[in-house]
């Protein structure tokens, strides 16, 4: 596609998400049955177990963590937050940077407990479940800021954003396949993320498969790019990444719940030549 048509689709993109409802989305994608902590087949927990095991076997390290396209969630850095002293929360979007500061502020009227989310965490790192007071505070200690990214910029985020070093280690869920228009744009925003981090660090990645669209909030129906393990990987490796780890979960028929037509969940542990 030449230069102008790109810029078209990913605007075109972006328009689609002016209706996100941070609160619906949160409803369709982060309770029960796709977050059932008692279920052994729900997402949820298997993404937490990916997330526990890739911070914590040994090899990843470091002060700066960067989450890329966080949206409303948080649950991508409740491991991480033990092993970086310094944690970045980013999105493209005001309302899901508000979302994340009502949390940062503990005064309510957050849309989601993450309590749960939590207390299963610290079950994972052998504690009990009333620790979970202290990997909140612990995580609203470690969060340095909620800044504005656009995945589709040579430079994600404003440059005083980063130390020069770059982020010792970059985590993203369910953000660059959301926001292309198609595998290429894919490939160059997995680029374009690559620079933030430095050489040696990792990058952890969880995404949908076979997705074509998924609902951002009531009639709210957002394209995704539809990708194959295949895919994937090609996109890692000719974006500079060495592929440590890919695993897979396959949507069980009662976690399809309407909000979208993904088949399956990658994750991936990957680190930047
Ligand atoms: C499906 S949500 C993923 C949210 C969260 N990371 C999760 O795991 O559920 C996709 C996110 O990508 C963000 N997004 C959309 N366009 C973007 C862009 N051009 N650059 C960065 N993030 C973008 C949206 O604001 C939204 O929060
Ligand atoms: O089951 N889940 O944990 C879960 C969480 C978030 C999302 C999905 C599934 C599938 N759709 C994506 C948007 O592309 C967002």
Sequence with gaps: MEEKGAENAVAAMAACYQGFDPAAYLQY?????RADFERKDSIVPWKLACLHRAFTEGD?????LVDIGSGPTLYQVMSGCEVFNKVLLTDFLEVNRQELRRWLQDEGGCSLDWTPYLQHVCKLE???PSAW????AKLRQVIMDIVPVDVHCPQPLALDALPSAGADCLVSCFCLESASPDLAAFTRALGNIGRLLRPGGHLLLIGALGESYYFGGP???IPVVPLNEAQVCAS???SGYTLIRLEVYTLPQDMRVGVD???GVFFVKAMKE
């Design 29 to 33: 994608n982060y309770t029960p049955p």
């Design 60 to 64: 990843v390290s470091g002060e700066l």
């Design 126 to 128: 052998g504690q009990r």
């Design 133 to 136: 007071t202290e990997k909140a």
């Design 219 to 221: 009639g709210v129906k």
């Design 236 to 238: 890692l490796k000719e």
């Design 261 to 263: 037509d993904v088949s």
